[in-house]
């Protein structure tokens, strides 16, 4: 645990800084936005997106991940758990078996987190595409 202490702390003091200062040009950039907003006042903005909807799905993109994730702990362990006590155990030795639970946890872990992703994806497109065919319907 102590390897891991220190690039922890310089993480969080330069990912701290780094939004104090984000924080600080965005609050810049939304001021000069308003100036420039007054200044342009008669301009018709129904057309025109003011948010950013990259970000829109970010919490489903998370929980997707997690999920995947978590699933492919699941999946691993029992993966694991029958190479270990099958007839895979007594053919092979014993250091060849670690190698390969740990080889069965990585591929898990990774396959069931980039299916998660990927249902997440297709999710998101859904509800955008839902969203788009809505937004169709009340401009008519």
């Not at 330069?14 to 420039?36: A, N």
């Not at 489903?60 to 492919?72: N, P, T, Y």
């Not at 006590?85 to 591929?107: E, K, M, P, T």
Request: one cysteine or more; proline letters at 1%; charged letters at 20%.
């Amino acid at each position: 645990m102590d390897w891991i202490m220190i690039p922890l702390n310089c993480l969080i003091v330069f990912g701290t800084i780094y939004k104090v200062v984000e924080l600080f040009v965005r609050k810049r950039e939304r001021l000069t936005l308003i100036s420039k907003l007054t200044e342009i006042s008669n301009v018709d903005f129904k057309g025109i997106k003011l948010y950013n909807s990259g970000n829109k799905f970010t919490a489903l993109r998370f929980a997707w991940l997690l999920m995947g994730v978590g699933l492919g702990f699941f999946v691993g362990f029992f993966l694991n758990l029958i190479i270990a006590q099958g007839d895979a155990a007594n053919l092979c030795d014993y250091r060849f078996i670690d190698h390969i639970s740990g080889i069965i946890y990585v591929s898990c872990i990774s396959f069931f987190g980039g299916l998660g992703l990927l249902i997440s994806y297709y999710s998101e497109r859904r509800a955008e595409q839902s969203e788009d065919k809505k937004n169709d319907d009340t401009q008519i």
